[in-house]
């Protein structure tokens, strides 16, 4: 059975089961595309298919196009990987576990080694000290809504251990500030106008062509309310606004908040798997499908580079996945692979929480990418 037919039967299975409502799923080798295909419906409820151009949340997704920004900033100058994040953004200063004053790096946001965390606690604290972590909507901007976290001690001093967290969100607000400007006008200076996408944007670029958002449920996928909380047993309990997309109150998410296409985000990662184009330089791209973090793990046999999990023991690793090969995903239900060996480069974007993000459903993709 060839990968494409492998890939078809994995996708055809989680739509007829409906644990996945919609999809586009794309694979290039070697920059050519010998993948690609929109199945399901991006609204089911108006009966409206999938199509290739669908636009989907990006959630998690979001990341790469941050940290590629600020991966082409520090090529021109702007900033140092070892740069303090509160030389560049002076409000934002937490104290580490000791309560002294924490020096956290850009390199430790990238890499998610700050100390900062995903506590969806921080969703639930008294108004003042209430901190939204980027999926959930609100009228804050980055300064207003993240200054609460000078009085949170870390979870660990900066370096020391690894920890998914809001520090894209902080850099983020960082790379806004020196470049001067909204953080989308500094994704698209740096990396959505030199590649020609036009809809990977904090906003909607065309409201009839996004995806309604859906989440997981006993009997199929439900369709998502706006907020939903999923249950506590699901593994994720941050709250989802889906209309956040659409406020133009609420701050610019660094690590969650852009919408658009599967073809974009495959044209970003196919770019940077290549040697970064006119984006990056080829040091810093390859930089970024590195492990950055030395002997800290972040899952069993995974450490992280900027851009995303490296594959360091295939035997530990709970994914199925090649040595050296690279994956993440955003858990409004995407994922993506680059196996740089291998000349590979999957995108799956999916309206399906968490089922497309952290289900079955990415890996049987991988399973049936890499013909196990």
């Known amino acids: 059975m060839s990968m494409q037919d492998r890939l078809d039967r994995v996708i055809d299975t989680a739509v007829a089961r409906k644990t996945i409502v919609g999809c586009v799923v794309k694979v290039r080798k070697n ?26 949340r990006f959630a998690s997704v979001t990341k790469p196009f941050v940290a590629a920004a600020t991966l082409a900033m520090i090529d021109k100058g702007k900033l140092g990987l070892d740069d303090l994040a509160v030389d560049h953004l002076p409000w934002f200063h937490p104290k580490g576990p000791n309560g002294e004053p924490a020096p956290i790096t850009i390199h430790h946001l990238l890499t998610h080694t700050s100390g900062l ?17 980027g999926i959930l909507d609100t009228d804050r901007d980055a300064e207003t809504n993240f200054r ?16 998914y967290s809001v520090g894209l969100d902080i850099l983020g607000a960082l790379i806004a500030r020196v470049h001067g400007g909204t953080l989308e006008e500094v994704v698209n200076h740096y990396i959505t106008g030199p590649l020609g996408l036009k809809d990977s944007r904090f906003h909607v670029t065309d409201r009839e062509r996004l995806a309604a958002a859906y989440a997981d449920g006993a009997k199929g996928a439900i369709r998502m309310p706006s907020p939903y909380y999923p249950p506590r047993e699901s593994g994720w309990t941050a709250g989802f606004s889906p209309d956040r997309i659409f406020n133009p109150k609420a701050f610019q998410s660094g690590g969650a908040g852009m ?23 080829r040091n810093l791209s390859e930089a970024g499908f590195a492990n950055q973090v030395g002997t800290i793990t972040c899952e069993p046999g ?15 690793a709970l994914n199925t996945m090649a040595k050296g090969a690279v994956q993440w995903g955003g858990v409004y239900g995407n994922t993506w692979l680059v ?6 480069t999957m995108v799956s974007l999916s309206n399906t929480a968490l089922e497309g993000c952290m289900g079955a459903f990415p890996d049987n993709l991988r399973l049936a990418v890499y013909g196990v």
């Open 31 to 56: 920059g050519k595309e010998i993948y690609s295909r929109a199945a399901g419906y991006a609204d089911r409820e108006a009966e409206k298919r999938t199509r290739e151009d669908t636009i989907f």
């Open 117 to 133: 965390t995903y506590d969806p606690t921080l969703e639930e604290r008294d108004p003042e000290n209430r901190v939204t972590v």
């Open 148 to 163: 609460p976290l000078n009085n949170i001690p870390l979870a660990f001093e900066p370096g020391t251990a690894w920890a």
């Open 259 to 281: 919408a658009g296409t599967a073809g974009e985000v495959m044209t970003l990662l196919d770019t940077l798997a290549n040697g970064g184009g006119r984006i990056l330089s």
């Open 302 to 316: 995974m450490r992280f580079g900027f851009f995303g999990a490296v594959c360091e023991d295939p035997s530990m």
């Open 339 to 344: 196996d740089r060996a291998a000349g590979i």
